[in-house]
Nanobody, 123 residues
Framework: QVQLVESGGGLVQAGGSLRLSCAAS????????MGWFRQAPGKGREFAAA???????NYGDSVKGRFTISRDRAKDTVYLQMNSLKPEDTAIYYC?????????????????WGQGTQVTVSS
């Protein structure tokens, strides 16, 4: 059973940075595509970023140019570096994994989810 544990959320001022981490266990991490999604109060789950087996990367339009996804296979960890944060980035951020090569942008394609970490950006 794959388990995902996010960390690194918190409160930051607009223009600041945070780095989220997602530690994976219980599966062959190198054979999973990994994604980050977010959900703001009263809104649906929004795609932020995803990375494939072979490090092909997709970004959501709202974070492109500000967020960077990466993975460390030695540590079974995926990261989301978030720069130039805006108040509208405030949300719970979820890490997700799917057994397969493709970094889909659709949350329904993912099989495993972390518990989420809160990111709050103040203006």
């Amino acid at each position: 059973q794959v388990q995902l544990v996010e960390s690194g959320g918190g409160l930051v001022q607009a223009g600041g940075s945070l780095r989220l981490s997602c530690a994976a266990s219980g599966g062959a991490f190198s054979r999973y595509a990994m994604g980050w999604f977010r959900q703001a109060p009263g809104k649906g789950r929004e795609f932020a970023a995803a990375i494939s087996w072979s490090n092909n990367i997709n970004y959501g339009d709202s974070v492109k140019g500000r967020f960077t996804i990466s993975r460390d296979r030695a540590k079974d960890t995926v990261y989301l570096q978030m720069n130039s944060l805006k108040p509208e980035d405030t949300a719970i951020y979820y890490c997700a994994a799917r057994s397969g090569p493709t970094a889909y942008t659709d949350w329904a394609r993912y099989d495993y989810w972390g518990q989420g970490t809160q990111v709050t950006v103040s203006s």
